[in-house]
């Protein structure tokens, strides 16, 4: 048995090679070295943006925001 490996960048193409090697009678196996989709990496680099742009606050400043928000609602309409 011989080992053939062929790395593609092009989803398009993956679909080609695929055809050809199935017309061709060949056995094989698709393997993907992306730990992430696309889809996800975009989302992940959007977060990440959102953090250097302060538009993310953490779990303790979240709960504080919201603590703060309900004292002053309580304070306003009694409780």
Known sequence: MTTLK?????????SI????????????????SQWVDV??????NAGLKDL????????EEASSR??????ELSAKYGS
């Open 6 to 14: 062929i790395e593609v960048n092009e989803e398009k193409d993956l």
């Open 17 to 32: 090679l695929t055809k050809i090697l199935a017309d061709m009678g060949l056995s094989f196996s698709l393997e993907s």
């Open 39 to 44: 889809p996800e990496l975009t989302g992940v």
């Open 52 to 59: 250097a742009e302060g538009k993310i606050y953490t779990h």
């Open 66 to 71: 919201i603590a703060k928000k309900l004292k």
